[in-house]
């Protein structure tokens, strides 16, 4: 089986850089792509960072995963996607998961190699806060009778105002900073983070993540967190 390694396409609503074509311009600086078994049923991941190095603020709004056979025919696609912290100012950086079951093979070996499609486009509605958070991951933690590998997030609201539903992502990275695992978290939206106050958010790494990380001897090694809230521009 080849390793999934493809040339990423990311499709761009602007391209021009000059002060005349001012835009922002959205790359995929990293990604991993994984095939898990799951009971009866194969499902795949795909995960991304996305950087704007454009010169203005740029938004992800789409993405799409194809998966392909050996033969290189489609098995599936899904452009439902989740890009935490979507707008992005120029500089920013972020991330992109997207997931779809495999229908119709009975092994993760029948999957070949795959394609990730994002696209940006401009004129914002709304504007990313960013705010200040520090991520923190444990192995084997205990919590009734079960143990867990737990990431968690100290989010403060730097502020001045109250954040209703603030967020949070964690991506867990490997050594080289690959993207292991990513997902996100989020208060209720009639909740609110209040000015200079903290919250702790804990999320659980999937146990098909943690088993698939130790059957390939894949060890994480950091966690990267965002934290972040929207407000109309």
């Known amino acids: 089986m080849k390793r999934f390694v493809i040339p990423i396409l990311v499709l761009l609503i602007l391209l021009f850089t000059s002060p005349a074509f001012a835009a922002g311009r959205l790359n995929v600086e990293q990604e991993n792509y994984y095939t898990l078994k799951e009971g009866s049923y194969c499902y795949g991941y795909v995960f991304a960072k996305l950087e704007n190095s454009g010169n203005k603020p740029i938004k992800v709004n789409n993405g799409l995963l194809e998966i392909f056979d050996e033969e290189g025919d489609a098995i599936t ?18 991330y992109i998961r997207i997931s779809t079951s495999i229908k119709n093979i009975e092994s993760v070996s029948e999957v070949d190699d795959y394609m990730l499609t994002v696209t940006g486009k401009s004129g914002l ?109």
């Open 77 to 94: 696609s899904s452009d439902s996607y989740t890009a935490y912290a979507r707008y992005l100012d120029p500089g920013d950086y972020t």
């Open 125 to 233: 509605d709304k504007q990313t806060i960013r705010l200040e958070c520090q991520g923190k991951y444990v192995e084997n933690e205990k919590s009734g009778y079960y143990t867990y590998n737990y990431m968690y997030a100290t989010v403060t609201n730097n502020t001045e105002e109250p954040l209703y539903q603030p967020y949070v992502v964690f991506a867990l990275l490997d050594e080289e900073e690959n993207i292991l695992y990513l997902v996100g978290d989020n208060l209720d939206r009639n909740e609110a983070l209040m000015p200079g106050s903290s919250i702790i958010f804990r999320v659980a790494v999937d146990s098909d993540f943690v088993d698939y990380f130790e059957k390939n001897s894949i060890v994480p090694s950091s966690l990267d967190v965002i934290a972040y809230a929207y407000t109309d521009n």
